[in-house]
């Protein structure tokens, strides 16, 4: 537990942003992990020769116990076989001897028939011949030369039956002899066999005796993968609770920056409507001084005509003296005028045709209103300032997910493993050096050594979902690194005790194993 809380504590610590100011510490623990990872390659080297020893030989073990068991169970049944056909050759025999008994006694019977049969015609004569040649009545002889042919087929058929009686003897014999025969070869196979079933007990024996310490062993073995799995489980709770907390923390953090974003947006959408409001009351002050300077400049111009109606006035008066006065002195007679128009004159209304000069009036004063600053276009641009992501705020993992690597999958998930415990992944065999890729987007939350799972990386991709990267070769990302679909996260190796090269590749939900292979395409 200390273990694992120490291993979160370096992982929390290297995510956080004083950790990643830090450049000294960075590249002191990358030479101390480059260290131990030496170290570690070197006693694996060391030790893998050992490993593959024991391996080999807990296999060949293995396959001669199981080849010796196999001899067993073929030898007692060729056993029982035996015994089987030893039973059913004296049954057989027993069988025969009865009927070799039986017949004995037909073909003696057949014999004591057929001399009787021949005692009695040599005792009472009878000869064909002697029949012929006794010249007796022809009616008797026929009587007698018939009764001799009856007596004479009795005979053949006497002695074919007991002709067939030595024969079916004679078979019954062979049979029994062969049987007897077969009985001798049975009991020799059977003390063979029973020789062979002696031989391989004390072979099995053996191997068990051999095989007690590699199961020992194996039961350590076991027990060592079932510390390696809590440990690792204990990590991932650890890491989902700091997950947890840090995506807490941030949110509360985001809030906060949010409220005072608001905040200062507020304070300068206030500032700008005051500007605004400051730049209306400017421009209508303009204004109203641009309307009274027009005013002043309309009232001056007004001055300025009747001062120069009232110098016309006095002008046309003096010429009017003059012209009479000229009129005195000369002869009378017409006197040519200018033109009033030509002289830039006019009649002026209600002034008894007199003529003032015509002029422009004077332009007012044309006020440009003030453009408005962009005070709204700056408050949407600050509130769209892009978020740095949070751990745990990913969109999870969705199923049909491309492998880390190709390889030929090994064990399982939720099945029984060799050395012991059951699957809560899967291995993915590939090549050593070969690269592994992210399955989903997400955060660098674990990139270290673990017992029992060599270089170990971890990636979260919220939504509680973890996916676990171990035996890895080279860790070639770090903690709060932000990985997307594909990007190469490490390279393929046997680390962590490991004997042939693979990714050991897990999926975690709510930091419970899931099966793999729901969620992967393979």
Same mark, same amino acid.
Request: proline share 4%; charged share 25%.
């Given at each position: ?33 480059? #260290? ?102 022809? +009616? ?6 018939? /009764?001799?042919? /009856? ?50 007990? +004390? ?15 194996? #039961? ?6 079932? #510390? ?33 974003? #608001?905040?200062? %947006? ?85 002034? +008894? ?8 009036? *004077? ?9 408005? &600053? ?56 590939? $090549? ?14 674990? &990139? ?6 060599? $270089? ?8 509680? /979902? ?23 996260? %490490? *390279? ?31």
């Amino acid at each position: 537990m200390r273990f694992a809380a120490g291993l979160l504590g370096v992982a929390i610590l290297a995510g956080t942003p004083l950790a990643s100011s830090a450049a000294t510490d960075l590249a002191s623990r990358q030479s101390e992990a480059e #260290r131990q990872q030496a170290a570690l390659r070197n006693r694996i080297e060391s030790l893998q020769k050992t490993i593959d020893q024991r391996e080999a030989a807990r296999k060949e073990a293995a396959d001669a116990l199981q080849a010796s068991e196999s001899a067993i169970s073929s030898i007692n049944r060729r056993l029982r076989e035996l015994a089987d056909s030893h039973r059913a050759a004296e049954t057989d025999l027993a069988a025969l001897e009865k009927q070799i008994v039986s017949q004995s006694a037909v073909l003696t019977q057949r014999r004591g028939e057929l001399a009787g049969q021949l005692q009695a015609q040599y005792t009472s004569g009878l000869s064909p011949w002697s029949e012929l040649l006794s010249g007796g009545d022809p +009616q008797e002889l026929g009587r007698n030369l018939g /009764y001799l042919e /009856y007596v004479s087929r009795a005979r053949s058929q006497a002695v074919i039956e007991v002709r067939q009686d030595i024969e079916r003897l004679s078979a019954l014999q062979k049979r029994a002899d062969s049987r007897r025969d077969d009985l001798q070869r049975l009991t020799r196979d059977t003390e063979r066999e029973k020789e062979a079933l002696v031989k391989q007990q +004390q072979t099995r024996a053996t191997l068990l005796v051999q095989l007690e310490g590699q199961i020992t062993a194996q #039961r350590a073995e076991a027990s060592r993968l079932g #510390r390696d799995d809590q440990r690792l489980s204990q990590l991932i709770d650890d890491l989902s609770v700091a997950i947890t907390r840090q995506a807490e923390e941030e949110a509360r953090r985001r809030a906060a920056a949010e409220a005072a974003r #608001r905040a200062e %947006a507020a304070r300068k959408a206030e500032a700008a409507r005051q500007a605004e409001l400051a730049r209306r009351a400017e421009a209508a002050r303009q204004a109203e001084a641009a309307r009274q300077a027009q005013r002043q400049a309309a009232q001056a111009q007004r001055q300025q005509q009747q001062q120069e109606q009232q110098q016309q006035q006095e002008r046309q008066a003096r010429e009017e003296a003059a012209r009479q006065q000229a009129q005195a002195a000369r002869p009378s007679g017409p006197v040519a005028m200018a033109d009033p128009d030509a002289a830039g004159l006019r009649p002026v209304p209600g002034s +008894q045709g007199s003529l003032i000069e015509t002029r422009e009036p *004077t332009p007012a004063v044309q006020v440009k209103p003030v453009e408005q &600053a962009p005070a709204a276009s700056r408050a949407q641009a600050a509130a769209q300032e892009e978020a740095r992501p949070l751990v745990g705020e990913g969109a999870g993992l969705r199923r049909g997910l491309t492998p880390p690597v190709r390889g030929q999958v090994q064990g399982r998930f939720g099945l029984g493993r060799p050395e012991g415990g059951v699957w809560r992944g899967i291995v993915l065999r590939a $090549n050593e050096g070969t690269p592994v890729k992210s399955v989903a987007p997400g955060t660098v939350v674990y &990139a270290q050594w673990l017992r029992g799972f060599g $270089n170990l990386v971890i990636v979260d991709h919220g939504q509680q /979902y973890l996916t676990v990267y171990a035996y890895n070769q080279s860790v070639l990302k770090q903690v709060g690194d932000r990985v997307a679909t594909g990007d190469t996260i %490490a *390279t393929v190796g046997a680390t962590g005790g490991q004997v042939e090269s693979g990714l050991y590749f897990e999926i975690r939900h709510r930091g419970a194993p899931v099966d793999p292979a729901q969620w992967l395409a393979l």
